[in-house]
């Protein structure tokens, strides 16, 4: 027999998609500050029909906060060296 899978079990398990209070928390920084990122285009995000809700996926928010990696100086230091080796082969 097959038991049925109702839309509380699914959400409950795997969660997708965030309002802005919880993009804000899962990013470290204010809800004003969200708002702000998704005004400018800065993360994407997804309006409901209304336009009035912000939803945001996790995905995109991972993606953001990968993308904006800054470098330690040693590290950047090694790739120029290693440019630089590269050029003078």
């Given at each position: ?25 899962f990013l ?54 290693t440019q ?6």
């Amino acid at each position: 027999m097959r038991k049925e899978t109702s839309k509380k079990d699914i959400s409950s398990d795997i969660v997708k998609y965030v309002r802005v209070k919880q993009a804000a928390e899962f990013l470290g920084v204010s809800v004003n500050h969200v708002y702000r990122l998704a005004e400018r285009r800065l993360i994407p995000h997804y309006k409901s029909r209304g336009g009035k809700v912000l939803y945001f996926a996790l995905s995109d928010l991972e993606a953001y906060v990968t993308d904006t990696y800054v470098m330690p100086i040693a590290e950047a230091q090694q790739q120029v060296d290693t440019q630089l080796i590269k050029a003078a082969l």
